[in-house]
């Protein structure tokens, strides 16, 4: 560190320590700027010493990179939280990328500020900045809506965020100078709002520099796809009002009086939405909802909770399980068909493209993998179908429903043919798909029929190797690439639960107790995590 003269002790607090963790350049770049401005500095690359050295050390503020050599970012600030004596340390995230989304899920693991690299301004006077700001207001401490609120006054931003787009669990908030002005998520509004909106993860987040406070009008299925609606309600009286509603807007609609038929009839045709009660008998809301999520052919049909009661912990809990959409139930019409036109405008669009030949904007969160393959053998399209997601790229070649061929690139790996259409299958990517002329070769094989075998093939494997780790989670194996790749978009309790495992817990129970999670929050992250090859039975 250089030398300071006494003259210049007034202009530099050499109280404050910054520890740099950091890789490569920006290691560098960071700790000679802070040294050079008068603060103690550290670096370090080594993201297991981090809550040691902070506990020996006890810097004013860490500076974390986004990436390390063997761990992401996040899972250094999520392990910092996770210990009372480094839990109210400040943590500035420095990040390439400060999309909305990302900044969230910074924010979401316990992050304090974000800092975009390279620079755009002064690094020392910010150091300075923020240390005092959690001296005097302890921010660091606050929950994710303070810390977020805090941001924003920081970067004094003007503009709306829109989570969950064009669905039921649309939320939007607008700023104006760093100024929470407006939110809304469902009947709640204003910072109340604005907290479950953070708190829902793993959906589209986009951000547009206008103050957009009004949801967006709900978009009506176009008529060339026929949407099909399973129903499940055993009170008669509300299942004939749902039925004959969702009939009159020309959907195809059907019934079950219980959750066990329901699932039957699930597993008989090819649903778009399901609405489902959550007091139901034989097998609730809840469980109805599990059993369509466990299994490959089933889990991507939206689900719509449907219950007597009105909650924001329902809300956020059915969310976070895998519904589409939550409402209470209210005698009126319009709020259900509006929720269950969203749900399938996705699907109804991407039909109307494809059966047009026009090129056909993709995403599989909300239209499904195997919904879109189906339909691309349903219309004998030919051309290439492209995705990407945080583990990889995936490419489909089709001509008149025949595969030509399939490739998925994961971390390093590449594969083909059938193994290729498995892990497309457990993607929510993004892409297009684009008409091309091509001919069938000699020997391709018709695209329902490859389907039917990747399902069936992914079906077993995850009832056998989800059945494994669910006993035996201290056996797994760790696929540390896809891990580093898959934890820069990872949830919280995916992150939770791929640190934990790490320790080799002896059972279930013992996973969800160092993740500190509820333990269906823990089954819900580990399938995840083994459907995306980062956990594995065997090497």
Known sequence: MQSIDAS??????????????????????LSAQLQAEGFEVQDTDDAQAVVATIRAWRPDLVLVDEVLPGRSGRQVVLSLRAHGDTFAVPVAGVLTDVSVLNVLQWLRVGTTDIWRFPFSRDVATRTRALIDECDRSQVQLGRVKARLLAWTARAKLSGTVTTHAGTPFEGRATFVDGELKAAQFGSLSGEKALEQIIEIEDGAVSWE??????????????????????VVEDDPTIRMMLTRQLEASHYLVEAAVDGQTGLQLANQKPWDIIVADLD????????????????????????MLLSAHEGEVDTLKAARSGARAYLKKSGRSKQMLDAVSLLASPRARAWDALSERRETRVELRAMGPLWLLRTLAELDCSGRLELEDALG????????????DATAQTGSLRVQGLVALEELLASRGEGRFVFQKLEPHEGARWLYEVLDEACEARRRAEQRHLGDAATRPGKLFLNEELALLFARRANVAELK?????????????????????PVPEVEIALAE??????LATEA
């Not at 139901?280 to 689900?303: F, Q, T």
């Open 497 to 517: 639960v791929l640190d934990a495992v790490r320790l080799r817990p002896v059972d279930l129970r013992a996973l969800a107790a160092l993740a500190v999670l």
């Open 8 to 29: 210049e002790s007034a202009t530099f607090d050499l109280r404050r320590r910054v520890l740099v963790v950091a890789a490569g350049a920006l290691r560098g770049a």
């Open 393 to 404: 790229r995936y490419e489909l070649v089709i001509s008149q429903g025949h595969l030509l």
């Open 209 to 230: 520099d206008a103050a957009l406070t009004q949801p967006a009008a709900p978009v009506v299925a176009p008529s060339g796809y026929r949407v099909r609606v399973l």
């Open 280 to 303: 139901l008998p034989k097998l609730d809301g809840w469980g109805l909802l599990r059993a369509l999520k466990a299994d490959v052919s089933l889990r991507e049909i939206a689900v």
């Open 529 to 534: 995590l083994m459907r995306r090859g980062v």
